[in-house]
């Protein structure tokens, strides 16, 4: 053998030693580390998310697992052997990288994710080596609010109570904001429920308004601010669904009361100022219905109330002195309302039976003035007559 050939005073040996002490790993095995970098990530709903876990160094022999949290409760994300729907590996196959992706994040997936190594064991897999946990949070969108009214349509007066709704949404801070025609109502109640930390939530928020008949053609607007929100979200309700107008009802006559026996007589109602527009009119004679008149087309005032108007035609015959005539409207499925108008005679007609030429009875014949006028130019007429012919005798 060639002996060995001194470098500087160094054996060839002694040089090829000194290198594989400086060279990292050369000579032994590399330490093995799991490295799990991200502390935390926030990620919208319904974007992908990616979790990164690397390991390096000599591992031994065993899978490498994703959960999410902790102890016995935690829940297998990802392994080798299969994962939930929505998780796939980032680089398929790798020994090293066990990066995953998350597609179409949801608000449940928020919480701490663990990149887990394993290795072999008599009898099975037991823990070697944990990352230290990635806190995901995940922002969501509140869904389109929606607003609903009363139960059943409300008159004008005493405050009515309206409800926006929205939910599905994270983090928990969440502004409403009611409108009626674009003018912003004060003191809405607002609850975000659950009250404890929770991955969404939902909101239910009321407010209190006193309807007026112009209301008709109103909006009620819930709008929403939240911090995944480019623009705020908005609910219009028309206060028309909930809103209901009783009529005004206005009974006349044409000619005015009192009439003339036997003269044409016409009734006139009006139904002014209602809402919704489903009503009927219909006539009654002291009680008893008649026909419905002459019904006036249905018209829309300039407030979107509606006036219903009918005319009815009577003789004014002896039978109907002191009669009622009554307008009758039903609206909206409501009690009827009712306004009267009585007929009177500029004359009293004279009693059934008895001749209107007639003395009263129990009244004298000479009572009247007229009769004793009568027989005084009687014997006026009389005189002057006598008078004429004796002043004729004398000539």
């Known amino acids: 053998m060639a002996p060995s050939t001194p470098v500087s005073g160094l054996s060839l040996p002694c040089l090829v030693l000194l290198l594989l002490l400086e060279i990292p790993g050369a000579g032994g095995s590399q330490e ?17 998310l990616t979790l990164s876990c690397s390991v390096t160094g000599l591992a031994p022999v065993g899978r490498v697992t994703w959960f999410k949290g902790s102890g016995s409760g935690r829940q297998l994300v990802y392994a080798q052997t299969g994962s939930l729907p929505r998780v796939t590996r980032a680089v398929s196959g790798s020994d090293t990288d066990f990066t995953i992706h998350i597609r179409d994040t949801r608000p449940e997936d928020a919480g701490i994710y663990h990149c887990v190594k394993f290795r072999k064991v008599s009898g099975g897999d037991e823990e070697f080596r944990s990352g230290a946990g990635t806190a995901v949070t995940v922002s969501a969108r509140p869904s389109a609010p929606s607003v609903s009214g009363p139960p059943s349509r409300a008159e004008p007066g005493p405050p009515v109570t309206f409800t926006c709704t929205s939910g599905g949404f994270s983090p928990r801070d969440i502004a409403v904001t009611w409108l009626k025609n674009g003018i912003r109502l004060p003191d809405p109640q607002t609850r975000v429920l659950p009250a404890q930390e929770s991955v969404s939530y939902n909101m239910s928020s009321t407010v209190g308004l006193s309807l007026t008949p112009g209301d008709a053609r109103s909006q009620l607007t819930c709008q929403i601010e939240h911090s995944t929100l480019l623009d705020p979200l908005r609910a219009t309700y028309n206060l028309s669904d909930a809103l209901r107008v009783p009529p005004r009802l206005r009974v006349g006559t044409a000619p005015a009361a009192p009439v003339t026996l036997n003269a044409s007589v016409t009734f006139t109602c009006r139904a002014e100022g209602f809402y919704p527009k489903d009503a009927s009119l219909t006539w009654l004679e002291n009680g008893n219905e008649m026909d419905l008149g002459k019904p006036a087309p249905l018209a829309e005032n300039p407030d979107g109330t509606y006036t219903l108007q009918s005319s009815l035609e009577v003789k004014a015959t002896e039978q109907r002195s002191q009669s009622a005539f009554t307008c009758q409207v039903v609206h909206n499925s409501q009690p009827p309302v009712n306004a009267s108008e009585m007929l009177r005679f500029s004359q009293p007609p004279p009693e059934p039976g008895k001749d ?40």
Do not use: M, N, Y
């Open 32 to 48: 093995f580390q799991l490295l799990q970098p991200q502390g935390a990530v926030s990620v919208s709903a319904g974007e992908t």
């Open 356 to 395: 209107p030429t007639s003395c009263d009875a129990g009244q004298s014949p000479f009572s009247s003035p007229a009769l004793w006028i009568g027989l005084f130019l009687e014997k006026v007429l009389a005189a002057a007559f006598l008078l004429f012919l004796f002043l004729r005798s004398k000539q």
